[in-house]
């Protein structure tokens, strides 16, 4: 089973290196309503310092995912993400389609190299691997002091990444299904991102960044259903996606102290793309240490979307187009996100931490989440 593609790429270049030594190992359990996704992923992370110059950091994560996603089939066969063909229009249906319980891992390393002026270049790579999709990842990012002081950085990050989808004859016609063989297709991306970074004052720091992302190959869903000729003659097809999308937007973020206890983070992100995907996302944080061993974190994001100009989650909507989509993922809507965390300083070199998530989607998902672990600094 395919899991939901998180970028990886966006992930190499909006993060950046902590300096300190230290083993961070958590553990995230993920349940939608309805066990529409239950996951559950345990992590670990090393990051070391070699001397004042360099600096190595090392992830590990394995996920393990359960639970049905919504498409349309054929009932006549039953509940499954391979009933396509000709039917009655009685025998369509759009309901959760169970699958097997999948393991994913991930393994990303990371190094940076500090120059004379102390310019910053990270070279890093990660890799991720389940049963039908692998992915690997390189990316290269250099950040650079605009002035003497050190208070204004330009960051310009590059990353290319190659997706491998196995895809079974049964599933997709892009096999041939009179031999019963399996087939690999590919899915390359490139992704860039320029930041300027400004400390404001000695409280506050501004960010603003710019991305642009492009992505080739075999971009459809080999798991996701849509319904042609519903009037005349129902046809259950394969989802069929563009093998080109090119996405851009830009970010500010803002990180103000109010306080000797009090720091806020708030942040807006816009995306368009060629599939008329856009998006808004905004995105605030507040941390508070309420005594030098206790901090709370707390989270508000809303994200909204519009859809995609080939998505309909009607049976009734297409015919001969070439382009057809019913994953909800491309459709329009809106999510909030509430979050609450705390960090709790144990002694001088360990910290664990515990966080609770709920999620909503005005289309009638929900989900909560929660995260622990310990963080040892040495």
Partial sequence: MQLIRLSLAATLLLSSMQADDYVNVQFLQYNEHNERASISSPSAEVNIDFGTDYTLNGTYTLDSISGASPTYYDASSGASAYSRGENSRENVTYGPIEYEETKRMVGSLHGTMRLANRDEITLGGSFSNEID????????????????????????????????????????????????????????????????????DSSSVLKTSLFFSNADGYLSNPFMNVVRNFDTTPRITNDNRPEHRRGYGGVIKYIKSLDARTTLHTSYRLYHDNWEVNSHTWDNSLYYEMNPSLTWGFGLRYYLQDSAYFYSGSAETFTDEIYASSDERLGSFDTVNLSLNADYKLNDNLVYHLGANYYTQNKGTTARYFTTGLKYTF
Avoid: P
């Fill in 133 to 200: 999709y692998r992915s690997a990842v390189i990316s290269l990012e250099g950040m650079h002091y605009l002035d003497t002081s050190k208070n204004s950085t330009f960051t310009l990050g590059l990353s290319f990444q190659k997706d491998n989808i196995l895809i079974e004859c049964r599933q997709n016609s892009n096999c041939d299904a009179s031999s019963g063989a399996s087939k690999k297709l590919r899915a390359d991306t490139i992704t860039s991102q320029a930041t300027f970074s400004q400390n404001l």
